[in-house]
């Protein structure tokens, strides 16, 4: 169920951004509650409350007092914002990276980038 | 008299349950004496004793082994189910009085039963014992005797059987103080004169006299006695796990 | 009403043995509490003080501020469920209904319908005698009384003992659902840190029957890290901390650390190369009390 790489709440927080993101959960859409997290991924409420905690603090999610969490209206962009500020040190820098370490020229590789563009524009 | 309803509940339980099975031990002791009466007279010859009265010995013996039982399944029941110690000492006393009653008037029951089978078949209900009663159809003196001695002999079995819980050396040191609380009781009632042989010269150095004063009394100490060793091994016994 | 448990200069000796050695901790608020430790540590000693199945040798063990041992008031909040065999061993001559009833008439947050609904699920046959049934099936009662009791403290000794793990994990699904139904203070003893440790809240650990930490759980994992990489890196990375372990495999490296890493340590880690996880608690459970091996 969870990979043993990070901590469980941040497996969630990132579970639940991968659906924002995705569009699987839409703006002011309520999400389960914490029991309810609790209950189908077999853990404490306090860890789900943790995970949650850290999204309302990241401006993914708000809480409705008595009602529930709910994502944010600017959450989908939010988070795009942020991924794309982080994009090139994530994605590109390591496949840069190990294009090196295995000899892949980096001309193949912007060529690659460049077929995958056309492509696209065709389609 | 009680007024917390978890609290009589576990009465109850304890004591109505133990006086309950009181009953069916008797009257299953009761049907057995009977059954071997039948079969003495059927293959061996005719009857010349009250069978009922032959079994009065194993009859405190049973009671005896009833209360060992008892204690030491009840104990740790209640206190595992949150009831204190001092409870289960408090419930456990008025449940040896109280199977103490019923059984005094269900043996007495047992002689009046028996002598109307006695009758029928035209058997002499003879006892042949020292004590209380001397003749079948006493029936109060029946029941007194077994009011008088029957706590001491199943208070015994209690705090014999919870002195071998706690370690088994505390219930072979207390077998000897069982012993001696039972040798009392029994001398007391089975003196001619109503009281202990042993117990009237320093009672007399102390200027009582014997009498049926005395021998109440001194089954009364001998209870009173039982309850206070019980209580001495059960006040902070703990519940034993694997491996304590 | 939230429960608080605490134990000052708690001790417990027994013939020639001490099995709690002047341990203090304070237990506030309900919520899941894995009580974890070594075989022998302590725990059944210290839950058997703490609810009243045993007097203390010293020291004070309370319960919502009153002293337990004994005490009427206090007593019927309490139920404590010792692990394996060992849990109805009081029940053995009795039927399963018969232990069933026993609970109910004596327990006050007795829930018969559930206690029904996890007899069923757990699939025990109520006309058997308790000695008939397996070492499983009897863990799997004891855990039945335990949360049927909803007693508002509630001690679960290693209670899955013999279960299998599908009868495990449906343990601890009903332990997590009740615990939030109906919110107590639910003390779970364990070894099987692994299982059970996702469920927790909070974490107490004891070894050689002393404390060893009283710790958030999910502040403990944050507590530990394992750094692995070249070996030179992590060597430079750990100088100055608690290493609890260190394996080296040719030219690299990794090393369990304990303590908190702050933000930029953990950034700095990243740019040298270096890769963090979290350290499963039964690690650090198994770092923390390896001492000399008993």
Same mark, same amino acid.
């Given at each position: 169920m969870f990979d043993e790489h990070s901590p469980i709440y941040r497996q969630i927080a990132d579970a639940i951004r991968a659906d924002v993101l995705s569009g699987a959960l839409r703006e002011d859409e309520q999400i389960m509650s914490t029991n309810q997290y609790a209950a189908h991924y077999r853990i404490n409420p306090a860890t789900a409350a943790k995970a949650f905690q850290d999204l309302v603090d990241e401006g993914v999610l708000y809480k409705r007092r008595g009602l529930g969490m709910f994502v944010h209206p600017r959450a989908r962009e939010k988070l795009r914002d942020q991924h794309r500020a982080r994009f090139f040190s994530d994605v590109v820098d390591p496949m840069v990276t190990e294009a090196r370490a295995i000899g892949v020229s980096l001309d193949d590789v912007i060529a690659r980038v460049a077929e995958l563009r056309d492509g696209g524009e065709h389609r | 008299m009680i007024t917390d309803p978890i609290a009589r509940a576990a009465a109850r339980r304890f004591i109505g349950g133990c006086t309950l099975w009181a009953l069916v031990g008797v009257a299953a002791l009761f049907l057995f004496s009977l059954a071997v009466t039948t079969a003495v007279a059927t293959f061996a010859?005719?009857?010349? /004793?009250?069978g009922w009265g032959e079994v009065s010995l194993p009859l405190k013996w049973g009671f005896l082994a009833f209360g060992a039982v008892m204690a030491v399944v009840t104990l740790p029941q209640h206190v595992a189910h949150g009831r204190t110690r001092r409870e289960f000492a408090v419930h456990q006393a008025v449940c040896v009085v109280a199977m103490a009653l019923v059984t005094g008037i269900a043996a007495a029951s047992a002689f009046a039963l028996e002598s109307l089978v006695y009758r029928v078949?035209?058997?002499?209900?003879? /006892?042949?014992?020292?004590g209380l009663y001397t003749e079948a159809d006493q029936y109060a003196l029946v029941a007194l005797e077994h009011w008088l001695v029957l706590p001491t002999w199943i208070g015994v079995g209690v705090f014999v059987s919870l002195g071998f819980y706690r370690h088994i050396a505390l219930g072979a040191a207390l077998i000897p103080v069982g012993a001696v609380l039972v040798h009392v009781v029994e001398a007391a009632v089975k003196s001619v004169d109503f009281s202990a042989p042993?117990?009237?010269e320093p009672l007399a150095a102390l200027g009582v006299g014997s009498g049926p004063g005395v021998m109440v009394a001194s089954c009364l100490v001998g209870f009173l006695l039982a309850m206070v060793v019980t209580w001495a091994v059960v006040r902070d016994i703990p519940l034993r796990s694997r491996t304590h | 009403m939230s429960p608080?448990?605490?134990?000052e200069e708690l001790r417990l000796r027994y013939r020639n043995t001490t099995a709690v050695d002047g341990l203090t901790l304070t237990l506030d608020g309900p919520g899941i509490y894995g009580l974890i430790g070594r075989n022998g540590s302590g725990k059944t000693s210290l839950m058997s003080v703490l609810a009243g199945f045993r007097r203390a040798s010293g020291g004070r063990a309370r319960v919502n501020g009153q002293p337990v041992?004994?005490?009427?008031r206090i007593l019927p909040e309490i139920c404590l469920i010792r692990g394996g065999a060992d849990t109805v061993e009081h029940e053995l001559r009795n039927r399963v209904s018969d232990a069933l009833k026993l609970a109910a008439d004596l327990r006050p947050n007795w829930d018969a319908d559930y206690a029904d609904e996890l007899v069923s699920k757990f699939g025990i046959d109520r006309t058997k005698r308790v000695v008939q049934l397996s070492t499983g099936q009897r863990s799997a009662l004891a855990s039945i009384l335990g949360l049927a009791s909803r007693a508002p403290v509630t001690l679960l000794d290693e209670t899955y003992l013999g279960m299998d793990a599908p009868a495990r994990y449906a343990f601890y699904d009903e332990l997590l659902r009740d615990s939030m139904a109906h919110p107590r203070m639910l003390i779970v003893s364990s070894h099987l840190v692994d299982e059970v440790s996702p469920i927790l809240e909070r974490v107490v650990m004891i070894d050689q029957g002393r404390l060893l930490l009283h710790e958030d759980a999910e502040t403990l994992r944050a507590r530990g890290a394992t750094v692995s990489g070249p070996a030179d890196t992590v060597a430079d990375f750990v100088s100055g901390r608690t290493v609890l372990n260190e394996r080296r495999l040719g030219r690299s490296a990794s090393a369990v650390v304990y303590g908190e890493l702050a933000e930029a340590d953990r950034a700095h880690a990243r740019e040298s190369g270096l890769e963090l996880e979290p350290v499963p608690l039964q690690d650090l459970f198994v770092h923390?009390?390896?001492?000399e091996n008993r």
């Open positions: - | 010859g005719p009857i010349e /004793v009250s078949m035209d058997w002499p209900q003879e /006892v042949s014992r020292t042993y117990l009237a | 608080t448990i605490s134990a041992f004994e005490n009427p923390l009390t390896k001492g």
